[in-house]
């Protein structure tokens, strides 16, 4: 085990060698190939998502488009998971970030365009709650989206001490992927309220009915579009865009069409200002960023092993009893358990879980609680996996042949002795294999989590990763995900040796 260990170990210090190595300079330009992909949020409105008609739409996408129209450039709208954006951008898989992306206190990451929207934190709660100020909110639950400019008001060192003081005094800060989760989340009563940009606020608050949003702001920052550190000469041209659309009229027309003209800050005699960036910086000792990443990801590894653990001690036991119903004689009992798994195998694991922690809300209107999501996610995998381990167990049984049943009868074996003495043994040695995969697939499976805003080990990586900007995190969970996998397949194989006296 400690060979698999270091040759851990090593890997992932010569990828993360390698992966710091790669050179930050300017990416390739739209003239090259005459595509200008823009990299959003496609659940980010009103500056990208996806409208009724199936398309993207947007503020920022609308200047995008614009930009290209008068640069003879076609736009490519590359939706991206949030996280994920930095890896997006220094791998070349976009050219920009143009999705209301926060200049303050990323200032040294990206190379920026000039600033063009004002924008401030707001906090949202449902109409007729308790809460109609700041102040009300110490003791409750507040969400916010991950790696998000509310996320950063709140926790961030360059924070004020007055919204540290905010977010030190909740009963919980939690963190959601998307501002629809944060909506369905207060919605059904799991959070007391959620901070977000005014904006995407204001256009929430329009389109779902039963919220209202706080008077009182926590913070203020600027929009900017980000592109790969140093490739200043694609952000001069779409910025010199900018500056004609501003003078000419058409950068305001768009912000009015989106509602969004009182925030704008950009217009025809903004100044260019040089690059905010301090290339004096120092960059961080790779062994320290190592050592702050496993620290982090160590905090998540235990929620990963709570659920890995307890989704084991349920499921597998429940898998028993479902693959006893599902051979049961009876057609009644025997339909019902087929039914239940052909749903559980044939839908994702993700919108299980969903329906777990969201369905006593919508469909009973029983509220549910921020200690529920915990409870959720182990029904939501115990009841998945039960099905699969159901038909791991009804294959197994049914290998074991007649005979053996028939002898045991003839020694006077009681159906129980019979069944737990005789046949689940050998079901036991027959079904090793594909229960080992099962296992080991949970193990992985323990990411889908966060689909309820449940925190777990590669939650944490994905965080730390766009936080940091770099995609170290994520090959380290990868080597804690091999770690924890090969433990498990040497424990299953030790099991498998042991019960080879059946053969």
């Known amino acids: ?54 398309e993207y739409v947007g503020f920022d996408l609308d200047l995008a488009q614009e930009v290209c129209n008068r640069r003879g450039w076609v736009l ?6 949030w996280n994920s954006k930095d890896m997006e951008l220094k791998t070349g898989s976009i050219d920009c970030i143009w999705n209301g992306f926060t200049i303050n206190g990323r200032e040294n990451d990206y190379t920026w365009s000039i600033p063009y929207v004002d924008n401030s934190q707001v906090v949202v709660v449902k109409a007729g709650s308790d809460i109609d100020e700041l102040e009300d909110l110490k003791g409750k639950v507040v969400a916010v989206q991950a790696d998000s400019s509310a996320l950063a008001a709140l926790t961030s060192e360059d924070a004020e001490e007055d919204d540290l003081a905010l977010a030190a005094s909740f009963a919980d800060l939690q963190q ?39 008077d009182e702001s ?18 001069d041209q779409v910025q010199e865009t900018l500056l004609e659309m501003a003078a000419d009229g058409t950068f305001m027309e768009t912000a009015e069409k989106w509602g969004l003209s009182s925030s704008v800050c950009l217009d025809k005699d903004t100044v260019i200002q040089d690059d905010t960036s301090d290339p004096s910086k120092e960059e961080e000792p790779l062994w320290e960023k190592l050592l702050y990443i496993v620290k982090s990801l160590s905090e998540g590894l235990l929620s990963s092993l709570a659920i890995f653990f307890l989704t084991l ?39 299980q879980l969903l ?17 529920y999501r915990f409870i959720a996610v182990i029904i939501g995998f115990s009841l998945n996996y039960a099905a699969y381990f159901a038909e791991i167990y009804r294959s197994g049984i049914q290998a074991v042949p007649r005979g053996q049943y028939e002898a045991a009868e003839i020694l006077g074996y009681s159906a129980p002795q019979r069944f737990f003495r005789i046949i689940f043994p050998q079901m036991v040695k027959n079904t090793l294999p594909s229960i080992t995969n099962e296992v080991i697939t949970l193990v992985k499976d323990t990411s889908l989590a966060f689909a309820v805003s449940y925190t777990e080990m590669f939650t944490i990586a994905k965080q730390v990763a766009a936080a940091e900007a770099t995609i170290i995190p994520l090959f380290t969970a990868g080597v804690f995900y091999y770690i924890f996998n090969a433990l498990v397949a040497l424990a299953m194989n030790k099991i498998e040796h042991r019960m080879s006296y059946f053969r």
């Open 1 to 54: 085990m400690k060979k698999i260990y270091m040759i851990a170990v090593s890997v992932l210090l010569s990828i993360a060698a390698a992966v710091t190595a790669l050179p930050a300079g300017a990416g390739a330009s739209p003239a090259d190939n005459g595509t200008f992909t823009v990299g959003f949020d496609a659940e980010f409105p009103p500056y990208g998502y996806k409208d009724d008609s199936g």
């Open 76 to 81: 490519a709208k590359q939706p991206i998971d």
């Open 176 to 214: 959601v992927g998307d501002y629809n989760s944060a909506f369905l989340n207060l919605d059904s009563g799991a959070v007391d309220a959620i901070c977000l940009d005014i904006g995407v606020a204001s256009y929430e608050i329009e389109s779902r009915k039963g919220f209202v949003m706080l």
């Open 218 to 235: 926590i913070s203020t920052e600027q929009y900017g579009i980000g592109f790969l550190k140093g490739n200043t000469e694609l952000r």
């Open 313 to 351: 001690l349920i499921s597998m036991p429940l898998g028993l009893v479902v693959a006893a119903g599902r051979m049961s004689k009876s057609k009644l009992l025997s339909a019902i358990v087929s039914i239940y798994i052909s749903v559980v195998r044939g839908t994702p694991l993700m919108l």
């Open 355 to 371: 329906v777990v922690f969201f369905g006593p809300y919508y469909l009973f209107g029983v509220r549910t609680t921020s200690a």
